[in-house]
């Protein structure tokens, strides 16, 4: 019997078509799954970040809420440095924090101009309030004029200042310097060099006065035999703005994470759980949000 030998493409005829079938299916797979990607991947972007902070958004409680929130949306875990303000704004000038958020509007503009400081957001905005004890020495309860009681307080004492270049503490100096006041004359005038918390609760000590934000006064009043004596005011509003701490002038900075921190404190949800902060405890917020707003339409 003769034999033909097998024609060479005729040989390799099923491998050729297996690899095509193959590609093939590769091919539809990958289109597949651009259209409809897996819903159970995670796209969070992960890692870690320094916030460099002021310690009323931690003495308040807020950060409590606001960082695991963060976390959850993110994946990203957050090292919080609550400091004054103005030791969170040399973190960023150093390069040693991702993102701040601080609540003095003069001291951000130097870091910004520096181009430390990026990307800046109006976030919330609450109020600095004048306690004191309740017998209300230097009678400023029921005081229309800000400098007359500041000028009262300065002239009977104690005042306890948190005395650490943080934004109160600027703040503080500010509203001296307002009511015509020079320092050395304020009466038994004492500087903690600690954070909000524990200054009032050395002004409680004391039977003194003290500049605070409202948030941690109304956190720690139940532990406080201070009230509001002064309040209203519009020097008194207190601004908060959230930065990147730029990642061009300082490249260890993380910035996908930082990044991601500015724009989630500005997000919508955000912005409803610090409206809603406070509301079950106290019967009112104590921040206002203010994403979007400008800074004139504050405190109208």
Same mark, same amino acid.
């Given at each position: 019997?003769?034999?033909?030998?097998?024609?060479?493409?005729?040989?390799?005829?099923?491998?050729?078509?297996?690899?095509?079938?193959?590609?093939?299916?590769?091919?539809?797979?990958?289109?597949?799954?651009?259209?409809?990607?897996?819903?159970?991947?995670?796209?969070?972007?992960?890692?870690?970040?320094?916030?460099?902070?002021?310690?009323?958004?931690?003495?308040?409680?807020?950060?409590?809420?606001?960082?695991?929130?963060?976390?959850?949306?993110?994946?990203?875990?957050?090292?919080?440095?609550?400091?004054?303000?103005?030791?969170?704004?040399?973190?960023?000038?150093?390069?040693?924090?991702?993102?701040?958020?601080?609540?003095?509007?003069?001291?951000?503009?130097?870091?910004?101009?520096?181009?430390?400081?990026?990307?800046?957001?109006?976030?919330?905005?609450?109020?600095?309030?004048?306690?004191?004890?309740?017998?209300?020495?230097?009678?400023?309860?029921?005081?229309?004029?800000?400098?007359?009681?500041?000028?009262?307080?300065?002239? @009977?004492?104690?005042?306890?200042?948190?005395?650490?270049?943080?934004?109160?503490?600027?703040?503080?100096?500010?509203?001296?310097?307002?009511?015509?006041?020079?320092?050395?004359?304020?009466?038994?005038?004492?500087?903690?060099?600690?954070?909000?918390?524990?200054?009032?609760?050395?002004?409680?000590?004391?039977?003194?006065?003290?500049?605070?934000?409202?948030? @941690?006064?109304?956190?720690?009043?139940?532990?406080?035999?201070?009230?509001?004596?002064?309040?209203?005011?519009?020097?008194?509003?207190?601004?908060?703005?959230?930065?990147?701490?730029?990642?061009?002038?300082?490249?260890?900075?993380?910035?996908?994470?930082?990044?991601?921190?500015?724009?989630?404190?500005?997000?919508?949800? @955000?912005?409803?759980?610090?409206?809603?902060?406070?509301?079950?405890?106290?019967?009112?917020?104590?921040?206002?949000?203010?994403?979007?707003?400008?800074?004139?339409?504050?405190?109208?």
């Amino acid at each position: 019997m003769l034999k033909f030998a097998t024609p060479p493409l005729a040989r390799w005829a099923p491998a050729v078509l297996a690899a095509f079938a193959l590609l093939f299916a590769i091919a539809c797979s990958d289109s597949d799954s651009e259209k409809d990607p897996d819903p159970e991947k995670d796209t969070r972007i992960g890692g870690s970040m320094i916030l460099a902070t002021t310690t009323s958004t931690q003495d308040s409680g807020l950060l409590d809420v606001l960082v695991p929130a963060f976390k959850e949306a993110t994946g990203v875990e957050v090292k919080v440095i609550a400091v004054g303000t103005g030791a969170a704004l040399e973190m960023a000038g150093k390069g040693d924090a991702d993102a701040v958020l601080t609540h003095a509007p003069a001291s951000e503009k130097k870091y910004v101009d520096s181009g430390d400081l990026v990307e800046g957001k109006l976030v919330m905005h609450n109020d600095f309030i004048i306690v004191g004890p309740p017998s209300d020495p230097a009678r400023i309860k029921g005081l229309k004029d800000l400098n007359a009681a500041m000028k009262a307080v300065a002239g @009977t004492g104690p005042f306890i200042s948190r005395g650490d270049d943080s934004g109160t503490h600027k703040k503080e100096l500010e509203l001296w310097k307002a009511a015509g006041v020079d320092l050395a004359t304020v009466k038994s005038r004492e500087e903690t060099g600690q954070g909000m918390g524990a200054t009032l609760n050395i002004a409680n000590e004391r039977n003194g006065y003290a500049l605070t934000d409202r948030a @941690t006064y109304l956190s720690l009043k139940k532990n406080l035999n201070l009230e509001i004596l002064f309040e209203g005011a519009k020097p008194l509003l207190n601004i908060y703005h959230v930065f990147l701490v730029s990642p061009t002038k300082h490249t260890g900075v993380k910035e996908p994470q930082g990044r991601a921190f500015v724009e989630f404190m500005v997000a919508a949800r @955000t912005q409803e759980l610090i409206g809603a902060f406070g509301k079950d405890k106290f019967g009112e917020p104590l921040f206002v949000p203010d994403a979007g707003k400008s800074e004139d339409q504050l405190g109208q």
